[in-house]
């Protein structure tokens, strides 16, 4: 993201303001900033008398306040961070005469993740003239394939495109789960090297055969043979492939189906935009709207709200998982 890159570079240009308020539903890059304040202010004599980390849950306002006025010991700055800083929304607008004057020699660091100030209150208008207000967005899926191919791209390694999509599919938009499992294959794989659904499927744990994704793709497909074989897998293994979040998922796939039929402009970049897909998936649809008709769609996506009911309890006294399956595709594919 060019805003945390601006950040970080501000900092190590030596632009440091006196309150960075790190706010949003990704924790992702809350965590990066505030790591790299937390590690790179301070020389590491500095911070034994200089540098002191809070925790919301167990502080208030009125302390972090006082800590922050306090002059740093021989140092030019001390280093003031609290963590899980949502804890304290309740009471955030206490901030605001700090705010208007912080003390020049503290830099004051919020790690307010999961939810933002409303930037209409004074108090957020306040924090961006003095400070920083930062806001960290939870990307959509289909953004999420390039932010994987930027973070390798600078780590020195490539991925194909199927594997990169495997990682989206099992993973879904939460980047530092993604992070985590990136830097596992780092430490494995070579760097330079292009990382494969191989390298993911023997690394990670997701089978790059026996997968939701490729479950969605030989049903878009019609391929009822492969289709029984990956749900036969799926009800051996339950513990990892859950009932509830394969119907999930396939109730997504043909409500993004039924989304296509109804557009306009069925450009691939058009479709990926609208359905918020990565662009590796576009052909997908594509074929799948070849093989079901709008109607047909619809019929399939109503009777998948049925099974998601019997597959946690309602109306089907415990279904087995094998025959939820069974009654899905037979639904999906007469």
């Known amino acids: 993201m060019d805003e945390v890159a601006k950040i970080i570079n501000d900092i190590k240009a030596g632009n440091i303001r006196p309150i960075y308020f790190l706010m949003g539903e990704e924790p992702y890059y809350i965590d990066r900033i505030t790591e ?73 660091v919020f790690a307010y993740k999961y939810k933002s100030l409303d930037k209409r209150k004074k108090i957020t208008k306040v924090l961006d003239k003095h400070g920083l207000v930062f806001e960290s967005k939870k990307l959509y899926e289909n953004q999420v394939g390039q932010w994987i191919n930027r973070v390798l791209q600078g780590r020195g390694y490539t991925i ?3 594997a990169n999509a495997m990682l989206v599919a099992f993973l879904g938009n939460d ?26 499927e023997e690394n990670i744990g997701f089978s790059k055969d026996f997968n939701v994704f490729e479950f969605r793709k030989v049903i878009g497909d019609k391929n009822q043979h492969k289709a029984y074989q990956i749900a036969d897998y799926f009800a051996q293994n339950q513990k990892d492939n859950p009932m509830v979040l394969i119907n999930g998922q396939v109730f997504a796939f043909f409500s993004a189906l039924l989304q296509y039929h109804g557009l306009k402009d069925k450009s691939p970049s058009n479709v990926a935009k609208v359905l918020r897909v990565s662009p590796y998936f576009v052909n997908d649809y594509i074929g799948a709207a070849k093989n079901y008709p709008m109607r047909k769609v619809s019929s399939i996506v109503a009777k998948l709200r049925d099974i998601d009911a019997k597959s946690k309890g309602v109306g089907a006294n415990n279904m087995p998982a094998a025959d939820l399956f069974k009654e899905m595709l037979f639904t999906i594919f007469n």
């Open 175 to 200: 980047l530092s789960r993604i992070a985590n499992e990136l830097t596992k294959l780092e430490i494995i794989i070579p760097k330079g090297t292009a990382i494969t659904p191989n390298h993911i």
């Open 160 to 162: 194909e495109p199927k």
């Open 36 to 108: 790299y304040l937390e590690k790179n202010l301070l020389t590491e004599d500095e911070k034994g008398f200089n540098q002191m980390v809070l925790y919301g849950r167990d502080t208030t306002i009125e302390d972090v306040v006082s800590n922050a006025k306090r002059y740093p010991m021989m140092s030019e700055r001390q280093v003031v961070i609290v963590k899980e800083a949502q804890e304290l929304s309740r009471y955030i607008d206490k901030l605001e005469s700090y705010a208007e004057n912080p003390q020049p020699s503290t830099v004051l």
